[in-house]
């Protein structure tokens, strides 16, 4: 304990005589230019940490499973937001083509060690690697995202979209409307 004291002292100490050292000699307008730059510059981060606390509290979520009328059982992240498979990525290899513009629409889900899954086999869950670097969250090795166009949760207006965009079953497959008999021929 004695060291560790010593040690903090030791540190403290030669923080100070270093900013006392000034050896670099900035004029009064440098000095005022920087200050400014610096605030921004905390003032950025504590803004970026306070934004990125909800959002990553948020994917610590997880998947689970939720009933649809028209499609069965579909996935959603925890809050309830669908969740779809792209049929122009691969699942063998894993990979993402949903780049750019496309990415505004359907926005990844990002994939997070420790996520809660209910309802769907944890051996189907896994995570690619996008072209950036970042995780994204797989289900049965396909890539899986949200939809913009789905504005409360629960909805499944990407199902279908372009004849590319299908909600994920519990199984990792693409969603199907059910069939039965709803007085309609079941449209």
């Given at each position: 304990m004695r060291k560790i004291v010593l040690t903090?002292?030791?540190a403290a100490a030669a923080a100070l005589s270093l900013s006392a050292c000034d050896s670099i000699d900035l004029t009064k307008q440098d000095q005022a230019a920087e200050a400014p730059a610096a605030a921004a510059g905390t003032e950025t981060a504590a803004a970026a940490a306070t934004s990125a606390a909800p959002?990553?509290?948020?994917?610590?979520a997880g998947v689970?499973?939720?009933e649809d009328a028209t499609l069965g059982k579909v996935v959603t992240d925890w809050k309830g937001w669908t969740?779809?498979?792209?049929?122009?990525?691969?699942p063998k290899p894993p990979k993402s083509n949903c780049e750019a513009d496309c990415l505004a629409k359907w926005p990844y889900v990002p994939y997070v060690e420790n996520?809660?899954?209910?309802?769907?086999?944890?051996?189907?869950?896994?995570k690619v690697?996008?072209?950036?670097?970042?995780?994204?969250?797989t289900i049965n090795s396909w890539p899986a995202y949200r939809f913009a166009g789905d504005t409360k949760v629960g909805e499944t207006k990407g199902q279908g979209v372009g004849g590319v965009w299908?909600?994920?079953?519990?199984e990792g497959k693409k969603a199907q409307a059910v069939t039965g008999d709803s007085g309609n021929g079941g449209y």
């Open positions: 903090l002292a030791v959002s990553a509290a948020a994917n610590v689970k499973v939720h969740l779809y498979r792209f049929e122009k990525d691969t996520m809660k899954i209910e309802g769907v086999d944890q051996k189907l869950i896994g690697t996008r072209g950036d670097g970042s995780l994204q969250l299908f909600a994920f079953t519990p």
